[in-house]
């Protein structure tokens, strides 16, 4: 079946600009994350959502960032006034009903730059 | 809070020699570990768990990772490594108790060589 789909693959902006980026998790998945992985590092985890709430949005850096989830399938990223250190790759995961050991399954990421 | 500590950033090896790559972590409480890959250009994939029980776990792609609580680590192993392993493989805990976030290490780039 279809994995974990994200949209745009590639986004470039300018910085002070908003943008929104896409996950479509795996049918049937109640639990989504995001995660961003900066330049040599590991993912950073940033919010987790159990079907249509953000159950879990501590690793937000700031109020610049804020997702949706609004029908507990599509999420959408949302960063507002972009600053150069927001440049990584965004990732989605999705699992099956949020309990502690299961699997996520990771989409191939936004990679946004901000010039 | 956890923490990932993952020693070698790259590891260079041969085909068909084997490989281990280390993963230490730091946790007050009991955690889950995982591996991921990560091969260019593509999504995070699990390789394996450990949640309980035996502590050799064997996942796909004929790799296995030993948890050991005394040492903390849960480090990954492969007995004979082929071209197509060349990815970058991250280790990560998620607290046992309760918490969905994935606690990554920085990751280790493993190339394997003809």
């Known amino acids: 079946g279809a994995g974990v789909s994200q949209t745009p693959s590639n986004k470039v902006t300018e910085k002070g600009k908003y943008v929104e980026l896409r996950c479509d998790p795996i049918s049937g998945h109640t639990a989504l994350y995001w995660y961003r992985q900066s330049l040599g590092q590991g993912p950073e985890f940033l919010i987790y959502?159990?079907?249509?709430?953000?159950?879990?949005d501590s690793g937000l850096p700031n109020d610049r960032f804020f997702a949706v989830r609004p029908e507990g399938s599509v999420s959408t990223l949302k960063i507002q006034r972009t600053e150069r250190g927001d440049s990584a790759v965004y990732l989605c995961?999705?699992?099956?009903?949020?309990?502690?050991?299961?699997?996520?399954?990771f989409g191939p990421g936004t990679r946004l730059l901000v010039l | 809070a956890q923490s990932v500590t993952q020693l070698d950033s790259q590891v260079p090896v041969f085909e068909e020699a084997p490989v281990e790559l280390r993963c230490n972590y730091s946790?007050?409480?009991?955690?889950?570990l995982f591996w991921y890959v990560q091969y260019p250009n593509q999504g995070l994939q699990l390789l394996l768990k450990y949640l309980s029980g035996s502590t050799l776990v064997k996942g796909i792609n004929g790799f296995e990772a030993e948890f050991n609580k005394s040492q903390t680590s849960f480090h990954l192993r492969k007995p004979s490594v082929h071209i197509s392993d060349t990815a970058e493989y991250f280790c990560a805990v998620r607290p046992a108790g309760g918490g969905n976030k994935l606690t990554f290490g920085t990751g280790t780039q493993l190339k394997v060589e003809l």
């Open positions: 959502f159990q079907g249509t709430g953000a159950a879990d």
């Open positions: 995961a999705s699992s099956l009903g949020g309990q502690v050991g299961e699997t996520q399954y």
């Open positions: 946790s007050s409480v009991s955690v889950y």
